[in-house]
C-alpha cells in the first residue's frame, strides 16, 4: 500500500504497433489512469510486435488487452477501453477502493 493507506494498481496494456485502435486504447488508459485513478497506478505497455514473447507469456489472444496485474486476481478487458464505466467495473477498481479491499483482503 501507498502512503494514503490506498493499494498501488499494476495495469499492462498489450497493443499492436500504432493503430487507430491502439492508440484509442492508450489514449483511454491515460484518461482512465488520470482522471480515476490518478496516483495509484502504474502502467506498462506492451507493443506485441516488438516484444512478442511478453504477449505468449501472457496468453494474449487479442489486441488491445488490458491486464489488472495488481492487485490479485487478475483481470482483464479486451477492447479499446472506450467504454469507461465498464472497464473500470471489470477492473474492479472503480472510482474508491475495490471489492478486494473493501473486505480487507491482502494482496501483499
Avoid at 487507430?20 to 507493443?47: F, G, P, Q, W
Wanted: aromatic share 2%; proline share 5%; net charge negative.
Amino acid at each position: 500500500m501507498d502512503e494514503k493507506g490506498k493499494r498501488q494498481i499494476h495495469l499492462k496494456l498489450f497493443v499492436t504497433g500504432m493503430t487507430a485502435r491502439s492508440s484509442k486504447a492508450v489514449d483511454n488508459l491515460d484518461h482512465i489512469c488520470s482522471v480515476y485513478l490518478k496516483d495509484r497506478c502504474t502502467v506498462e505497455i506492451v507493443d506485441v510486435l516488438e516484444q512478442p514473447w511478453l504477449a505468449e507469456q501472457d496468453r494474449i489472444l487479442a489486441t488491445p488487452t488490458l491486464i489488472r496485474v495488481r492487485p490479485e486476481p487478475e483481470r482483464r478487458v479486451i477492447g479499446d477501453l472506450g467504454e469507461i464505466p465498464r472497464v473500470l467495473e471489470i477492473l474492479d477498481v472503480g472510482r474508491g477502493r475495490s471489492s478486494s479491499e473493501k473486505r480487507g483482503e491482502n494482496d501483499d
